[in-house]
């Protein structure tokens, strides 16, 4: 018998001697245990309060239990309703709206508030909408929500980070070729969608200076971050009356939107069955 047919043998030997031992073990356990039973597991759906400032609508959900409160913006808007023209700045503005710094404030300022306040951050975005969410002390409440609410409305856009994000795209545009599973799902998308957001991939084009720069991002940001878009969500330790003042002064720093978002464009499907073969010198395929 060869080496590795040797190995195998005794690596499945040891595997059922492990599996016989465990089944031993578990019929050693007390009769007792086998006759447990368990109350049916019930949940109450919790039901947030509504409220609306200046058209805004806001969800509450009031749980005193721990001294922590978690925000939650949404803003419809998002790279998929936008011209390819746009496509770096409105996929960049999530990830530049954290670390661009604020109109008054630079990004290492901004990280030291966050830090100082024990804030958790985050900051996403899909094709048709982005989002950022807050979890602080409740104590340290209305100073969180004047920080983040900054980075949110009045982003800085920090020439650096700008820099900095695009170099990053740069190298993962040149990457992607050498991921095959990305480069695959990428092509599938191509293939099949054309040239529709849900196809598009970053190119060198799409980086330049030219096209993804300050002047994009903010129009691209008037265009999400403004007050018809938006939907804002607290849960935790507080209640209306003790938000009511802070959150009427979050979306009073919210300006209105210029005019309606555009209707996402509608995928012309190409259903045309077919093989399609991308050749890489691997010894693994991908589909």
Known sequence: MRLKERSITVAAATLSALMLHVGAAAQELPSGLANL???????????PERHEVAGVPILLLEDRDLPLVTA????????????????????ALPALLRYGGTRSMAPDSVDTEIDTYAMQL????????????????????????????????EPGFDSVEVAAWRGRQAENVLRRPDDPSTL??????????????????????????????????????RR????????????????????????????????????????????????????????????????
């Open 37 to 47: 039973t368990f109350a049916p597991l019930h949940f109450d759906q919790p039901t």
């Open 72 to 91: 939650l913006v949404g803003f419809k808007g998002g790279y998929g309703l936008f011209p390819r023209s746009d496509y770096a700045a409105a996929t």
């Open 122 to 153: 985050s900051f996403g975005s899909g094709g048709g909408a982005i989002s950022s969410s807050m979890n602080v002390l409740s104590e340290h409440f209305s100073r969180a929500m004047h920080i983040w609410g900054g980075m949110i409305t």
């Open 184 to 221: 695959a799902f990428s092509e599938f998308n191509r293939l099949l969608y054309g040239d529709h957001p849900i196809g598009w991939e970053m190119t060198e084009a799409d980086l330049s200076p030219e096209v993804m720069n300050r002047a994009t991002l903010e129009a691209v940001h």
């Open 224 to 287: 999400i971050v403004c007050r018809d878009n938006l939907i804002l969500g607290l849960t935790g330790d507080l209640s209306w009356s003790e938000v009511h003042d802070v959150v009427e002064e979050f979306v009073s720093s919210v300006p209105p939107c210029e005019g309606p978002l555009p209707e996402a464009p509608v995928p012309d499907v190409d259903a045309k069955p077919g093989v399609f073969l991308m050749h890489k010198d691997l010894e693994q395929a991908y589909s």
